[in-house]
């Protein structure tokens, strides 16, 4: 009896040891992201693109055994409905479900200042429950300058080092005469409106700034009175720091009037349907700024990661700085050999890192990444400067100009607290 029953008890044993590793694996401890930016309105495109990037590289990183030999990290999601407010109930909800980091960025300046503010005073009154921002696309230099805080770190360009490279640009292209500063009427388009005046002011004394309005932001549903102020001024180019459906509308309605405008912006050029509005308006020329562009020559690192995430998840790659925002957050794990976050925090700072665009430098003194920047614009394919089409159209991106990040990096008027 005992012989033939010994197999039904080594299977019921390794039953026992199954259900009990799987429990085990079930209560083994993660490493929580919140993810807090727009999920719904008017910039939920926006924010859907940024939170599939993170949710790549937070994928890819557990894919690979996690951090500290085996740790998961864990994604958790947010809408911060655009809102000072909302992003800090959703703050709220994060600690209350166990986060350590967040990852921000697409909710506009003013909000995600908001945030870190909220999160400073948090970690003051909670000491060894401590969070740390990562923010890969809000970028106010306020953030790394005079409001600097040790538990902000900023992994995309700011708002200089981006204006500081059309300036250089601009400086090359005599065409540009006049010029109209068009913006959303928040910090962040404002300082664009103000960068813009001093630094392509500084390049080039000769051009003339023919003008300067604020809009409300994600609220103008017909762009038409605007360009019709922008074309009695004789403007020739816009410095606008617009985006998502601010800027795609803009287009329309200067399409709309056959107004072949320029237009200098930071980042507009990233987001899902800017190449197809600039393809229908069939004028106009967008200049933007970023680490990189789809179709930039020699960029073979970029080039693999975009067409692995286009395999897994069906849509194209367009922002490496917020895959890279993840994997900088658990190469500072890794260096400190601890989640706490004080060390992390620590660990961040001075951190250099091999990314897809090349050598990045968290700079300690204001938490500011120095990345490469390239000057680009949206233009016809004509197989020489421009191979590749995007959105389905014939249009794509040129490469202009590239910088590195030392190249761009400026001054802080940081003062950073330290715990």
């Known amino acids: 009896m005992k012989l033939t029953h010994a197999p039904l008890a080594r299977i019921a044993l390794a039953s026992l040891f199954a259900i009990a590793g799987t ?60 809102s000072a407010q909302e992003s800090q109930s959703a703050l709220q909800a994060a600690i209350d479900q166990g986060a350590k980091a967040i990852v921000t960025g697409g909710s506009g300046s003013s909000v995600v200042t908001a945030l870190v503010l909220a999160v400073a005073r948090w970690n003051q009154r909670n000491p060894g429950k401590e969070l740390i921002v990562l923010n890969h696309s809000s970028i106010d230099p306020e953030m790394t300058g005079k409001g600097c805080s040790f538990w902000h770190f900023q992994t995309e360009a700011n708002t200089a080092m981006k204006m500081k490279a059309l300036a250089n640009y601009i400086k090359k292209t005599p065409d540009v005469k006049k010029v109209y500063l068009l913006n959303q009427d928040y910090a962040h388009g404002k300082q664009w409106a103000s960068y813009g005046r001093q630094l392509v002011g500084l390049a080039r004394p ?76 069939k004028t106009g020329q967008l200049t933007w700024v970023a680490e990189w562009h789809p179709g930039q020559a020699d960029t073979p690192k970029v080039d693999a ?83 590749t089409g995007w959105e389905g159209t014939s249009y794509g991106f040129r490469t202009d100009a590239v910088y590195t990040g030392n190249e761009l990096a400026q001054g802080t008027d940081c003062k950073m607290v330290r715990p």
């Not at 740790?71 to 958790?76: A, G």
């Not at 709309?256 to 320029?262: I, S, T």
């Open 305 to 387: 990661l975009a067409k692995a995430y286009k395999a897994k998840t069906g849509k194209d790659f367009l922002a490496p700085r917020i895959d890279l925002t993840p994997r900088l957050l658990a190469a500072a794990i890794a260096k400190a050999g601890s989640v706490d976050t004080v060390k992390v925090a620590r660990a961040l700072e001075d951190l250099s890192f091999d990314s897809v665009v090349g050598p990045v430098r968290m700079r300690a003194e204001d938490h500011q990444l120095l990345l490469p920047q390239v000057v680009n614009t949206i233009a016809p394919v004509d197989g020489k400067a421009v191979k």
């Open 23 to 82: 429990a085990a694996q079930a209560q083994q401890p993660t490493y929580k992201i919140a993810y807090i930016d727009p999920l719904s309105g008017p910039f939920a495109n926006v924010g859907e693109l940024m939170l599939m990037h993170t949710q790549y590289a937070i994928e890819d990183i557990n894919a690979k055994g996690g951090v500290l030999g085996g740790m998961k990290l864990q994604l958790l999601q947010f809408d911060s409905k655009l």
């Open 206 to 281: 000769d051009i003339q700034f023919v003008g300067e309005t604020l809009h409300p932001i994600g609220r103008v549903k017909d762009f038409a009175p605007y360009v019709a102020n922008i074309k009695q001024s004789g403007a020739d180019s816009v410095i606008t720091g617009n985006w998502g459906q601010d800027m795609t509308l803009l287009q329309k309605a200067a399409g709309d009037a056959g107004y072949n405008l320029r237009y200098f912006n930071h980042s507009a050029g990233s987001v899902p349907g800017t190449v197809t509005s600039v393809s229908q308006a």
